[in-house]
């Protein structure tokens, strides 16, 4: 985005599992009262015959590769799973702030992503006042599910402790004991039996038993076919495990990958997969395609067994065969519906959350992180008082906000040596039309946009390119919309039947002469164009006195209340404000040598520029906002008009 | 309004003077915020240049003058007085709680009809302690303003009394002092000099005295002469005093009122008047049309003078030569804008109110009846948890909750003797037709509606026509409308540049072999109707399972949230149910002779049909509410459906 859109590219979204549900009231709802539990989100699915699919992923080992996996979680997000879920490895440290480790990874997925989120724990080898903490800390960071499970003893010469976690039972029933009823807790399963179980009967005896504390659903290990679950939830049914059964699916996609599997998880791979994999162990291609081709099939098998409501993916840090699977099962969303034109946080505190300042629109997880201490979200109403403080802008320079690029691609996208603000000027069209620069690289993101251009930033492509060409810096904008249906693939969000709108929108650095001409310009479309304009002194000029929110989108849906979930707020747009002119420094200059030219350019303009946005008020007509730039650069060209600027200055 | 529309056809308005103004933040404002003081109001229009005009009324004498003067307060308040005031007479029980109280006059006109009000209160002869209890009582009332008056003696022999109240002053200070800065204070300047002063200058004097103790303006004695009072003003700025001096305006409207009242007032009438009265006073028209003239040519004199901000009008509770002399002088407003599409109640805590229930729309001063204990309001949203308890529906019987009409007059427009439920069929048709009935009278009025249908509701007017005929007997309803402007005469609301929003509404009762087919045809309109069906028992049948309210009417304004002042919510609809059928009995069957059969017609009515309320969330497209319908006669007719539901009931 960036000359650019308001809404989230990826599309995250809990997929027909809106949390805007329960969020209509006018006093928040906190933890007390979740009524969005995963549980609950299974029973609804059960009864109503909706197959879904869970992901699980490992944490990553690099802060890089935590920047992939996260922007991995916004991708499969899109296609709507259930639930993700997030492995705990005791030697990984997976407790800790480290941006890799297991919580930090869950959390994010959470509260940035907007996930619904498992997160492992293992007891083994672990005190009670660890495990507490640990889920205390869970609790904190917003996660709301355990996968508890024993772990792994180290050493040989494991021996149960009197008193101690020795099975994951123990891990279940601490939980329940200490935490009561607010964590859901999901076990493993397993369909040939425990690896170091005395027998399959014992080890289903065990399950019941670890049910039977308080867990909530089962997640079993992986299985090469169909029928072997499907005998394991017999049998489990037999016993009186009643909770949902979740079928762990693996979808082959590497000889070698599967070798190592199967080897930590001493399950046998069955006679007629080896038969078919060994001649092909080199051909990584056809292992994949083979391995997408019997998931499939194991699939179907299962689903049509009406013993299976959803199917959990072991996807190891990979999309590509998962998503082929669950697109050929018609699991996968093609086209998310989004609860609300940005992806809502999992946060149970957030649940309340439904509207966001329009000044992030590209910077979603900068806004979560900011406002990650506020008590309480402006429950659909932004006034002067409601405003609680912004976190400060020092420290929000989190891993998962820096731009996933390195220097060297920055530079060949954005310059490598600037030569006056005309190259700058010529750096933001080339992210609008796409095109390469002279140096024959495209554009693919800036400082305020780490994607490309959204969608329905498409639709305003070409008036975006003429004026980014000279000198009208947009970072953001949307194009008016007069009652276009929810279900609109571009603009839609919301429930079925709904009709969506929007005042057209548009935001852009200038220059200080640019800006005096605009204001003359702007008195001609009084009172149908608010603007605020500052620069990074924080000199506010605007047309919005009383300092009320402005309603830029909203939505009017069958038997309910109005929803207007982005508004142009002008107490957050002084904060935005510094965002927006940090950027340049922290994003643009630092590429530059001391001193040099284009760190000079890039600098004037942080300086002297100003950080203008417009509204047009009157939706239901075309927008003027073009017509008032174009009468801005008239005024510019006029002999008479150079003249009277001089005389204001 | 019976058959019929949700807006408060009076239109009663603070034109130009939106409470809605600060109403939009997320946390009620009150008292200690008070924003829209009236001192605040006049500094606003003064320095706009915008005159205004206020108007002064005396408390009547009986139960049902007191109806009427309400009845006048809504259409006099269309005109958009700053504010009207209430006058004190010290032997007429002016602060107790009777109908007739001045205490109880001005609490209704801020309450109930949403007029800034100025109660008057005299000092004289009165101890602090009853002073203070009457001011505390108009505090609790929402009353903000006192016209702080001396009053006159009782008896001859008056003297002044040590520490008691002797003068106006007196009575100033005692509010400051008791009351800090809560009221607005007003006093009474004479540009004449008072009658019992001892001198002009000596009563300037006092009256600086007045002002400088707390007053906040100056309202005058009445004066036949422009330079009487252009004179008094000058002398007043000369010896310093700066507040607003507003000139009290008296339309001679007969011979014999000017007569008491110059007696009263000890006041001269100049020749030049009573040349031209003289021989004429037995013409009562003439006299009027004198006065009218001559008070016009005086207040454009003294609005041309520069010295008036606004004209202060002595009614004598009469309306037709203040409306005239106001709409000759172009202050009356012809076309009030609405701030929100129910009349707004002025009382202080109900300033953030921006959200109603629309069943009240045609009763709207028995909602806030009901509500009136109320802490804080639903400020802008209706949850399920957010609806404080409605009052009790056995006291909401207040004197201005009866209908107007005299028991014959009733009988008259709804039947001396009904034969079957079709004569009361025929009733609600000949309501919306404005057809006389059978006896020659028109129905001007039904239990659930005191006046006339609205405009707006004349647009459904064919239509409604149709379906009561047939026995929908239709209480409320609204047009679809899709983004008219908000300045439209018939539909408009809020602040100008706006758009206006309404979905499809209608209610009605109708008998349960007419829902039992509804219910069926409603299936094929899911989920574009939602509908509540309810009987007297509380049956309740509904498609709105969240109990979510469904907003109606919305409007979106520049540089502003979205308001959504009229919703369907569910909760407060089993209140209104209890009303709506209440009406039945409390004003249509008590009419008839216990044991009659026009009795027991609507005794039956009452106990066996059913409330409906029907919302079209297609807003765009035209309402399907008569297709509803419709299709219900029609499976009523086919004689397959007859069978379907024999074997349904």
Not at 101 to 108: E, G, K, P, R
Request: charged letters at 25%; a negative charge; proline letters at 6%.
């Amino acid at each position: 985005v960036g000359g650019s859109s308001k809404s989230d590219s990826s599309g995250v979204s809990n997929s027909g599992e809106s949390s805007k549900e329960s969020s209509r009231c006018s006093t928040p709802v906190l933890d007390a009262d979740r009524t969005d539990r995963l549980r609950d989100k299974m029973k609804r699915r059960i009864e109503s015959g909706d197959h879904w699919f869970s992901l699980e992923f490992f944490p990553p080992r690099t802060a890089s590769g935590a920047v992939n996996l996260i922007s991995r979680f916004d991708r499969m997000g899109s296609g709507g799973p259930l639930f993700i879920d997030v492995t705990w490895h005791p030697s990984g440290d997976p407790g800790s702030d480290k941006e890799t480790s297991s919580m930090m990874i869950a959390s994010t997925a959470v509260n940035y992503c907007g996930l619904e989120s498992v997160l492992h724990l293992t007891c083994c080898n672990q005190t009670k006042e660890k495990i507490t903490a640990h889920l205390n800390k869970a609790k904190r960071l917003g996660l709301k599910n355990i996968m508890a499970l024993r772990g792994d003893p180290i050493g040989e010469d494991w021996v149960e402790e009197d008193g101690g976690f020795n099975y994951a039972t123990d891990l279940v029933k601490h939980i329940r004991c200490e935490f009561d009823d607010y964590f859901d807790i999901c076990v493993a399963g397993y369909p040939t039996g425990h690896p170091e179980a005395e027998s399959y009967d014992n080890d289903l005896r065990h399950l019941k038993e670890k049910v039977d504390a308080g867990a909530h659903f089962i997640v079993t290990q992986l299985f090469f076919r169909a029928e072997t679950f499907l005998r394991f939830v017999k049998d489990c049914r037999a016993i009186g495990i009643t909770c949902p059964i979740l079928p762990g699916i693996f979808p082959i996609q590497g000889y070698h990958s599967l070798r190592q599997l199967v080897k930590l998880s001493k399950l046998e791979v069955p006679e007629e997969i080896m038969q078919v994999i060994e001649p092909i162990k080199d051909n990584d291609a056809a292992i994949r395609s083979y391995g997408i081709q019997q998931a499939v099939e194991m699939c179907k098998v299962l689903l049509a067994s009406g013993e299976v409501p959803g199917l959990h993916f072991y996807t190891l840090n990979r999309e590509v065969a998962t998503i082929e699977v669950l697109r050929q099962l018609g699991l996968w969303a093609e086209d998310p519906r989004r609860p609300l034109p940005w992806a809502v946080s999992a946060h149970p505190k957030r649940k309340v959350e439904d509207v966001r300042p329009i000044f992030w629109a590209s910077r979603p997880k900068s806004y979560i992180y900011r406002t990650q201490d506020w008590d309480d979200f402006p429950n659909g109403r932004w006034g002067n008082s409601s405003s609680p403080a912004f976190g400060e802008l020092t420290d929000y320079y989190l891993f998962y906000l820096k731009s996933k690029s390195p220097k060297e691609a920055l530079l060949q996208m954005w310059g490598e040596e600037l030569m006056n603000e005309g190259s700058v000027y010529e750096v933001f069209t080339n992210y609008i039309t796409g095109q390469t620069n002279p140096s024959g690289h495209k554009v693919m993101c800036l400082p305020w946009n780490d994607d490309a251009l959204a969608p329905e930033t498409n639709l305003l492509k070409d008036e975006l390119e003429k004026v980014n060409r000279r000198g009208i810096l947009t970072i953001n904008s949307q194009p008016n919309i007069n009652g276009k249906p929810s279900s609109d693939p571009i603009v839609g969000w919301g429930p079925a039947g709904g009709y969506v709108f929007q005042k057209a929108y548009l935001e852009f650095f200038t220059s200080s002469e640019n800006v005096t001409a605009l204001l003359q310009v702007l008195k001609k479309y009084e009172p149908r164009v608010n603007y605020h304009i500052v620069n990074v002194q924080g000199k506010n000029i605007t047309n919005a006195h009383e300092m009320q929110p402005n309603a830029v989108t909203w939505g009017i849906f069958p038997g309910r209340e109005i929803i207007q979930p982005t508004v142009v707020d002008p107490v957050s747009f002084m904060y935005w404000k510094d965002e927006a002119f940090a950027l340049w420094i922290e994003q643009w200059v630092k590429l530059y040598e001391d001193e040099s030219p284009s760190r000079m350019i890039i600098q004037y303009i942080h300086d002297n520029y100003f950080l203008v946005n417009l509204v047009d008020n009157d939706f239901p007509l075309d927008s003027c906002l073009w017509q008032v730039i174009e009468d801005m650069f008239a005024l510019l060209d006029s002999p008479r008009a150079t003249q009277e600027e001089g005389s204001q200055s």
